[in-house]
């Protein structure tokens, strides 16, 4: 393996049966993604969730909630009061990711011209190319 490759920990992403690949296969997910980033100010309530994440369906947002809290990036709280109440909220690996999330946040945003401007130059590359 080359050693600008080797991450040091015994792991090998590129590895398909590699634990590290799944890990990377679960943080694949958009909403994975946007669960994280929206929990890193706090706790907040499944609706509350749903609101800010634009687009996500209830199924997806509990089924995403369930891997969070399965891969121990997301706590779940459930207070006895009726109806019953249910809270989450990143746990500290959960922080730990939700940092470095952030920064690809941040990215995206920040060079998100750039990528709609290189979209739309590569369509109308494509639209000459079928002109010619």
Request: with cysteine; charged share 30%.
């Amino acid at each position: 393996m080359d050693s600008e490759d080797d991450c040091g920990f015994g792991y090998d992403v590129f590895r398909r049966t590699c634990p590290s690949h799944t890990v990377l296969e679960m943080l694949a997910s958009k909403w994975v993604y946007l669960v994280v980033c929206a929990l890193r100010k706090g706790r907040m309530r499944n609706g509350e969730l749903a609101r800010k994440l634009e687009g996500i369906t209830p199924k997806m947002l509990t089924q995403t909630l369930r891997v969070l809290e399965r891969d121990g990036l997301v706590r779940r709280e459930i207070f006895p009061v009726i109806p019953p109440r249910v809270e989450y909220e990143l746990t500290e690996l959960g922080q730990n990711l939700a940092g470095l999330l952030t920064q690809i946040r941040s990215w995206a945003e920040q060079h998100a011209p750039d990528i709609k401007d290189a979209r739309a130059r590569a369509i109308a590359d494509r639209e000459g190319d079928w002109a010619a």
